[in-house]
T-cell receptor
Framework: GNSVTQMEGPVTLSEEAFLTINCTYT??????LFWYVQYPGEGLQLLLK?????DKGSNKGFEATYRKETTSFHLEKGSVQVSDSAVYFC???????????????FGQGTILTVHP | GAGVSQTPSNKVTEKGKYVELRCDPI?????LYWYRQSLGQGPEFLIY????????DSGLPNDRFFAVRPEGSVSTLKIQRTERGDSAMYLC?????????????FGNGTRLTVT
């Protein structure tokens, strides 16, 4: 079956530091890949996505590239801010356009804390 | 505009009792999903609806769990004979269409505690 593995947290950084959160997956076919973020007291929000190999998703300074050869979708940001403190989830679904597109498999989440 | 609304935000119940959790999706969204999130884990898929019908209920853990969406809008997740292991955050999400690339919009969840 499908699975997603994220680097274990929590991750603590100083403001303006470089962020990487690793994510690898196991899936059949060509899944779509996502990063979701959960800010304190709020619901899950889509941060970025990529639907095919070598696609790069980006949003709010975050980026992730769909690497089929390494089955990875690592999240990066060049300079984090205190407001980026949240829980980040990597997820996959069946390929875009398929009937199971919204059925997501999530990783366990990585807690990020950014200090001033 | 209004997002996905879940009520109640918190529910405490005794072992063996019956509970209902409600989800109001974004207006016009035909696809609706239920997920369960245990502490320190990512959400796990339970069931999804396309319109009024349950298109995939493969994630429901056992027959104590049931969900309905009778008019294709509001959905209710029902848990019979609750057990302490049912304690978790229950998340609802909706999207414009399950087939296209429309993103999932999540509610803030209902935290269920079974004592």
């Amino acid at each position: 079956g499908n699975s997603v593995t994220q680097m274990e947290g929590p991750v603590t950084l100083s403001e303006e530091a470089f962020l990487t959160i690793n994510c690898t997956y196991t899936a059949t076919g060509y899944p779509s890949l996502f990063w979701y973020v959960q800010y304190p007291g709020e619901g899950l929000q889509l941060l970025l996505k990529a639907t095919k190999a070598d696609d790069k998703g980006s949003n709010k300074g975050f980026e992730a590239t769909y690497r089929k050869e390494t089955t990875s979708f690592h999240l990066e940001k060049g300079s984090v801010q205190v407001s980026d403190s949240a829980v980040y989830f990597c997820a996959l679904s069946a390929e875009a356009g398929g009937t199971s597109y919204g059925k997501l498999t999530f990783g366990q989440g990585t807690i990020l804390t950014v200090h001033p | 505009g209004a997002g996905v609304s879940q009520t109640p935000s918190n529910k405490v119940t005794e072992k063996g009792k019956y509970v209902e959790l409600r989800c109001d999706p974004i207006s016009g969204h035909t696809a609706l999903y239920w997920y369960r999130q245990s502490l320190g884990q990512g959400p796990e898929f339970l069931i999804y609806f396309q319109g009024t019908g349950a298109a995939d209920d493969s994630g429901l853990p056992n027959d104590r769990f049931f969900a309905v969406r009778p008019e294709g809008s509001v959905s209710t997740l029902k848990i019979q004979r609750t057990e302490r292991g049912d304690s978790a955050m229950y998340l609802c999400a909706s999207s414009l269409n399950r087939v296209t690339n429309s993103p999932l919009h999540f509610g803030n969840g209902t935290r269920l505690t079974v004592t």
